[in-house]
């Protein structure tokens, strides 16, 4: 079938975005769904640092490719060996697929699926295979998803069905910035109820971090950031504390109000130097964690006399330590109690043809979640 979508057909590319026009909507030849494959049509895409970075080369992946990875859609047709979807489903899709028979999956890890993340790395869906061409020349998926167009042609491992009553703009949040921010501080750090916890960096993901911190009971709730506006939701959302990370006094007086540190620290920036503030505001004994995805050149450095001698815990966390057919609906059910006002994150929405302009208040920092209504 013929449908548009936002093809990169290079990187990295010159701000502004607007200017430059890194997505050109092209009209693609889709296939269809191979075995094990599904046929879905598009109602939200978030626009996340995550496509952010490989447009202005931080990530490199294989071009031309099909951004988008945070999406929620409607089943329109199955594969060869689906049995458990039916046209009309509503879905939401994982920026991993999970086979469900490597180590990491059977060890219930399955932001660590090797195949699942193998294949991300090639551009290809999770059978190995590309179902996008372009002027006859195939187009890579972007982590297995590729969102930004009308229809999309995704593994069945890539998919969580949802209760249709979510709205689905809404819900297309829950496959990227909820799983990941929620997931950091619930499965990674395993926060408990009346501990501390610190957010720096408060796009889509930290904000969502935050509010799952909130949800878990945290006693006290650090929000770090470089706008005074992200500050201000930060607030609105339950944040006990905040401040500006440009001030140079802010991690002595964090380290103050919290008597010696929070008990998890979380850097959503994906910068060394946030994480650094992370690490630095975090107590004896406590846990930093990482969800930002830095440019691969950076190096961060720790004393280890300070990991062994405060007994600190440096963690990764990638798509929130989740396994995605479980947490999702964990975390709509949260949502649906009013326990993760997820909508709050929500800065507006866009047509597909703005998506330049889209991604430069992205890049610029004057928005959240922007979500593409298809």
């Known amino acids: 079938m013929r449908v548009r979508a936002a093809v990169l057909h290079h990187a990295p590319v010159a701000r502004p975005y607007a200017t430059s026009r890194p997505l050109t909507i092209e009209t693609v030849d889709l296939a269809p769904p191979g075995p094990d494959e599904v046929l879905v049509k598009i109602a939200g895409a978030g626009l996340c640092h995550s496509d952010l970075s490989v447009i202005n080369g931080d990530r490199q992946r294989p071009v031309p490719v099909a951004l988008g990875h945070e999406a929620s859609a409607v089943v329109e047709e199955c594969g060869p060996g689906v049995a458990d979807l039916a046209r009309g489903?509503?879905?939401?899709?994982?920026?991993?697929?999970t086979c469900g028979?490597?180590?990491?999956?059977?060890?219930?890890?399955?932001?660590?699926?090797?195949?699942?993340?193998?294949?991300?790395g090639l551009g290809t869906l999770l059978s190995g295979a590309r179902r996008i061409r372009c002027d006859g020349v195939e187009v890579h998926h972007h982590s297995g998803v590729s969102a930004f167009?009308?229809?999309?042609?995704?593994?069945r491992r890539s998919i969580v069905r949802i209760d249709p009553e979510i709205p689905l703009?809404?819900?297309?949040?829950?496959g990227c910035a909820v799983m990941t921010g929620v997931g950091a501080v619930v499965n990674t750090c395993g926060v408990r109820m009346g501990q501390s916890v610190a957010v720096v960096g408060l796009g889509g993901v930290g904000l969502s971090a935050l509010l799952g911190a909130v949800a878990s009971g945290a006693g006290r709730v650090v929000a770090v950031d470089?706008?005074?506006?992200?500050?201000?939701?930060?607030?609105?959302?339950?944040?006990?504390?905040t401040y500006l990370a440009s001030d140079p006094d802010a991690v002595a007086q964090i380290?103050?109000?919290?008597q010696g540190g929070v008990d998890h620290a979380l850097e959503m920036a994906g910068s060394v130097k946030a994480?650094?503030?992370?690490?630095?505001?975090?107590?004896?004994?406590?846990?930093?964690?990482?969800?930002?995805?830095?440019?691969?050149?950076?190096v961060l450095t720790l004393p280890p006399v300070g990991l062994v001698g405060e007994e600190r815990v440096v963690r990764g966390s990638y798509m929130g330590?989740?396994?995605p057919a479980r947490d999702i609906p964990r975390y709509i059910a949260l949502y649906r109690q009013g326990r993760l006002p997820v909508d709050k994150l929500m800065t507006g929405t866009l047509t597909l043809d703005a998506i330049n302009e889209g991604f430069d208040r992205l890049d610029q920092g004057q928005a959240i979640r922007q979500v593409i209504a298809m």
């Open 89 to 97: 489903d509503h879905v939401v899709m994982s920026f991993v697929p």
């Open 101 to 120: 028979g490597c180590m990491p999956c059977r060890e219930g890890r399955g932001a660590l699926c090797e195949p699942g993340n193998a294949a991300n």
């Open 149 to 155: 167009g009308e229809y999309a042609v995704v593994s």
């Open 169 to 174: 703009l809404e819900a297309a949040l829950f």
């Open 226 to 241: 470089l706008s005074e506006d992200k500050l201000r939701i930060a607030r609105e959302l339950g944040a006990t504390d």
């Open 255 to 258: 380290r103050s109000a919290t």
């Open 275 to 298: 994480f650094d503030t992370a690490y630095r505001i975090t107590r004896r004994g406590g846990t930093t964690a990482t969800a930002g995805l830095a440019n691969p050149s950076q």
């Open 321 to 323: 330590s989740c396994v």
